[in-house]
């Protein structure tokens, strides 16, 4: 994926909700971690969203992060 874009989709994601917010709970096993996340924010056209999911980092080597997933949802 690259650091190029990994920058590219933050800053989608605060093109869309420049006032996020974000709430995070997390847990370790292993090299693997797991967080459960809840994000909130305002778009620029006033529309409020939540969303809520797990982010999983896969494979943190020498305390670096290898890999990252995000299972995001808008709760309605």
């Known amino acids: 994926m690259g650091r190029a ?5 933050y800053h989608a994601l605060f093109a869309r909700l420049p006032d996020l917010r974000a709430t995070v709970l997390s847990c370790q096993d292993n090299s693997d971690w797991w967080s459960e996340w809840e994000m ?4 620029p056209e006033g529309i409020a969203s939540l ?16 890999h990252t997933r995000f299972y995001l949802d808008a709760v309605s």
Not at 5 to 9: H, Q, S, W, Y
Not at 40 to 43: I, L, P, Q, Y
């Open 40 to 43: 909130s924010g305002t778009s």
């Open 5 to 9: 874009r990994i920058f590219e989709n």
């Open 51 to 66: 969303l809520t999911g797990v982010m999983i980092i896969l494979s943190v080597v020498d305390q670096r992060i290898e």
